[in-house]
């Protein structure tokens, strides 16, 4: 299957410049996306604009990841209702440098001919004078010609700075310098960028000449929605962040195992790139048929973390979903790191209990009555009474015995005890 063609069935192409299938056919074709170093990691937002490039490697084309150095000095007005606040070099280049090491994750740089690049904007224009860039770029395009791009037409009326007018001229020059200097034929992008994009198609028509034998093409995807018509790639916090440190693993496939049934079709399509078409059909027939065991589900979040943070991560983030609905083993419990046993229990109630409080004496019963202040039970006699019950446990045990030592109780890192109350959970943590 031809990279259009893959790119058709999975719902992934916006609009595309009439010649770039044929381009495609045709040859070996090297084509771009470029990544704004907006902040230190890229998000899902990108990583499905990364699958584009993953799935032209895949057809035989040559990839290049474009880091926008120099653009990201100057911010893309689309999309966007205010001027963006100007970022420091320093804390560009940190995002740079993060933003390279991730792309490094999903392509691939080591397989011949069409092995994928990373290249950086301000590499090039860091040695272009400003009289320079006007005369090599800014007298072929007319300010009307830049002016009708919807990025601009937004911002008209509520005002857009130089700077950011300025953007779409930077970004097809680097349309145009690629293609002088690298063969770059096509650049793709999601559909927010057709503007800036053909912007660099106009330009290389207009400086190698209207008769000249030149091939620049365009491609872009749709803005990836929900089925109810809103933003993909939010979560209550915000961006669901590829870097570890910004979203757990745990946390990210939290993410896509709660999706809803209604959005993913599309989300198989446009993020597990690894799985065929008969793959994906396939797994959706097995869940149509019981879609409360959620199969879709599973195997959406098992591939694209186990694609974005490695299988040791997924095993673990599985393991601390099944502590969160009570289906796991005391021994998962307590391989919970500190950081996931927080994430897991995030909102779960929670008491603190002075160590100083406790004597050689204290017991199971006191611990949850008393010396919690009635927060877990209110009286010794309702402590007594569920323990008879069998409706409490320790760190995922059943326990009856009211007079159990509190010094018997193995303490999860050292000073947490994860009750059971019945269904519900309640943390006691000892200070």
């Known amino acids: 299957m031809g990279f259009i063609e893959e790119l058709r069935w999975r719902g992934m192409i916006q609009d595309i410049m009439p010649g770039t299938e044929e381009q495609l056919n045709k040859e070996m074709t090297t084509g771009y996306i470029g990544f704004d170093p907006t902040a230190r990691s890229l998000h899902i937002g990108n990583l499905a604009t990364i699958m584009v490039l993953k799935q032209f490697q895949m057809a035989g084309h040559k990839p290049l ?8 000095m100057v911010g893309d007005p689309s999309g966007k209702s205010a001027e963006r606040n100007f970022l420091s070099e320093e ?44 005369r090599e770029a800014g007298k ?19 005002g857009i700075s130089f700077t950011e007018f300025s953007y779409q001229l930077i970004q097809g020059y680097d349309y145009y310098h690629l293609y002088k200097t690298r063969g770059v ?31 620049a093409y365009a ?42 049934d209604a959005d993913l079709p599309r989300l198989m399509r446009v993020y597990c790139c690894f799985l065929s078409k008969e793959q994906i059909e396939a797994i959706e027939a097995e869940h149509a048929q019981a879609p409360h065991l959620r199969v879709a589900q599973k195997a959406l979040a098992k591939e694209v973390t186990t694609m974005v943070h490695g299988a040791d991560a997924y095993e673990k983030a599985v393991q601390a979903s099944e502590v969160l609905f009570g289906k796991s083993t005391v021994e998962a419990l307590k391989n919970l790191d500190e950081q996931t046993f927080k994430e897991v229990f995030e909102g779960v109630p929670q008491t603190k209990v002075q160590k ?7 017991n199971l019963l006191e611990l949850i009555s008393v010396l919690s202040n009635g927060e877990v039970y209110p009286s010794k006699t309702e402590a007594r009474k569920a323990l008879q019950a069998n409706a409490v446990s320790v760190n995922k045990t059943k326990i009856q015995d009211d007079k159990l030592p509190v010094n018997d109780i193995e303490l999860l890192h050292g000073k947490y005890i994860l ?8 943390i006691i943590e000892l200070v």
Request: charged share 25%.
């Open 356 to 362: 100083s409080d406790l004597t050689n004496e204290s």
């Open 91 to 134: 804390t560009l280049l940190e995002n740079q440098e993060g933003i390279k090491k991730q792309l490094e994750k999903f392509l691939d740089f080591n397989c011949g001919e069409n092995s994928a690049e990373i290249v950086n904007n301000y590499d090039w224009f860091k040695d272009i004078s400003f009289l320079q860039f006007l």
């Open 65 to 72: 990841a474009l880091v926008g150095g120099a653009t990201g």
């Open 140 to 158: 072929y395009l007319t300010v009307n010609y830049m002016s009708s791009k919807d990025s601009v037409k937004r911002r008209i009326e509520t």
């Open 419 to 426: 009750l059971g109350k019945g269904k519900k959970n309640h």
């Open 219 to 260: 491609l872009t995807t749709p803005l990836l929605t929900k089925a109810d018509g809103t933003k993909f790639g939010k979560s209550e916090g915000g961006n669901v962040w590829l870097d570890p440190e910004l979203t757990s693993p745990y946390q990210f496939y939290q993410f896509w195992i709660n999706q809803n």
């Open 185 to 215: 034929k096509l650049q793709m992008g999601g559909s927010d960028q057709w503007g800036n994009i053909t912007t660099g198609t106009e330009l290389i028509r207009r400086k190698e000449g209207e008769n000249a034998d030149y091939s």
